[in-house]
């Protein structure tokens, strides 16, 4: 069974720190990778794709792939209120469909 | 542009009732999908559709049927309800590229009662 596991926090950062969330996946035929915010509520939003090892920046958001060692990660900088909200991490493993973590809740502290 | 969109936004439902939840897509996408989301449980996918024409069973299709109705529309039937199938449903789409990027619809929150 293909997995994609994330801690489920609840992870506090302070306002302006760096925010670390971090995802692990079963099986190493696994072809891009994405990460979704969600807030209370709401949809799941897509903020971030990566499909290549290394380091994808985009604003205040950095995804980092290591296929290798099987985990995806995003790191926000200079964290904001608004970026409270759960992250979900989701990865094809090379077929139509994608597969979830259960999500991080993320709470910055003002 | 709309993207995904879903209808009813809120539904109660008798243990025993049926009801269909639709969705519909206008960024001309191959690809649907139906998931539930239960606290802890994460997102679930309940049938997808890779193609007009086709759909397929996802994680957890016990209880529901899927019409892929046309390449916009996907509809998702409970044909007898029960008070486990309350959860948020979301219907999502993609290009189905080498990618598979899936947008979300804004959810039917369903109680069954």
């Known amino acids: 069974q293909k997995e994609v596991e994330q801690n489920s926090g609840p992870l506090s950062v302070p306002e302006g720190a760096i925010a670390s969330l971090n995802c692990t996946y079963s099986?190493?035929?696994?072809?891009?990778f994405f990460w979704y915010r969600q807030y209370s509520g709401k949809s799941p939003e897509l903020i971030m794709s990566?499909?290549?090892?290394g380091d994808k920046e985009d604003g205040r958001f950095t995804a980092q792939l290591n296929k290798a060692s099987q985990y995806v990660s995003l790191l926000i900088r200079d964290s904001q209120p608004s970026d409270s909200a759960t992250y979900l991490c989701?990865?094809?493993?090379?077929?139509?469909?994608?597969?979830f973590g259960t999500g991080t809740r993320l709470t910055i502290i003002p | 542009n709309a993207g995904v969109t879903q209808t009813p936004k809120f539904q109660v439902l008798k243990t025993g009732q049926s009801m269909t939840l639709q969705c519909a897509q206008d960024?001309?996408?191959?690809?649907m999908y139906w998931y539930r989301q239960d606290p802890g449980m994460g997102l679930r996918l309940i049938y997808y559709?890779?193609?007009?024409?086709?759909?397929d069973k996802g994680e957890v299709p016990n209880g529901y049927n899927v019409s892929r109705l046309n390449k916009r529309e996907f509809s998702l039937r409970l044909e007898s309800a029960a008070p486990s199938q309350t959860s948020v449903y979301f219907c999502?789409?993609?290009?189905?590229?080498?990618?598979?990027?899936?947008?979300f619809g804004p959810g039917t929150r369903l109680t069954v009662t």
């Open positions: 559709s890779a193609s007009e024409g086709t759909t």
């Open positions: 999502a789409s993609s290009r189905q590229s080498s990618s598979y990027e899936q947008y």
């Open positions: 099986d190493r035929v696994s072809q891009s």
């Open positions: 989701a990865v094809n493993f090379g077929n139509e469909k994608l597969t």
């Open positions: 990566i499909y290549s090892n």
């Open positions: 960024m001309n996408h191959n690809s």
